[in-house]
């Protein structure tokens, strides 16, 4: 089964932008279906966006203005862009892959990585 | 954003049966999107405990079983055992939002 390792800074300014990549193992990342997940302290996950290895990307309708995802195919690992981050957005942020729909499940998730949001 | 319910913390004896609702609406669960649920330990990851409403991933015991009923869903979990303690997440798709997830449930085994 693959296996996704998140990585990134753990603190980023207010107003600036959240940069995390997710070092994929055990599989080609151009051949499925990725995405971005969060979850605040003592909050709900929320889905933050969905890739496919052609490139087409959806969107949480509520991120989407600020949300940016890509793949690198020679380094076989995704990335995660937000901008204009707020403390709203701290949270542990974790890269996951689905079964290949839309409706799907998520099969495998990476351990997370906590980003902070603070001055 | 549209989102699911789940009642905010269940719990039981060792050995008993408990269930984990899971309420959504006409746009998620009510459209006939599956639910899917999770189950995540303390400081970890969410791990697939339930797929397609119903299907258990190979490795999870059948004490674990789902069912979903017009916009809502449940988790049953029989023979509570003391590692059960965990927090349990529903999820489905919502055709305004995308992927959607509930609450949380925080299950306590007594």
């Known amino acids: 089964q693959v296996q996704l390792q998140e990585s990134g800074p753990g603190l980023v300014r207010p107003s600036e932008t959240l940069s995390l990549t997710c070092s994929v193992s055990?599989?080609?990342?151009?051949?499925?279906?990725w995405n971005w997940i969060r979850q605040p302290a003592g909050k709900r996950l929320e889905w933050i966006g969905r890739?496919?290895?052609?490139?087409?990307?959806n969107y949480n309708p509520s991120l989407k203005s600020r949300v940016t995802m890509s793949l690198d195919t020679s380094k076989n690992q995704l990335s995660l862009r937000l901008t204009s981050v707020t403390a709203a957005d701290t949270a542990v942020y974790y890269c996951?892959?689905?079964?290949?729909?839309?409706?799907?499940?998520?099969?495998?998730w990476g351990q997370g990585t906590l980003v902070t949001v603070s001055s | 954003q549209s989102v699911l319910t789940q009642p905010s913390s269940v719990s039981g004896a060792p050995g008993q049966r408990v269930t984990i609702s899971c309420t959504g609406s006409g746009s998620n669960i009510g459209a006939g999107y599956d639910v899917h649920w999770y189950q995540q330990l303390p400081g970890t990851a969410p791990k697939l405990l339930i797929f397609g409403n119903t299907d258990r991933p190979s490795g999870v015991p059948d004490r674990f079983s789902g069912s979903k009923s017009g916009t809502s869903a449940s988790l049953a979990i029989t023979g509570l055992q003391t590692e059960d303690e965990a927090d349990y997440y529903c999820?489905?798709?919502?055709?305004?939002?995308?992927?959607?997830f509930g609450g949380g449930t925080k299950l306590t085994v007594l």
């Open positions: 055990g599989g080609s990342i151009s051949h499925s279906y």
């Open positions: 996951a892959t689905d079964a290949g729909f839309s409706s799907s499940w998520f099969v495998s």
């Open positions: 999820q489905s798709y919502d055709s305004l939002s995308g992927s959607v």
């Open positions: 890739l496919y290895g052609s490139g087409t990307t």
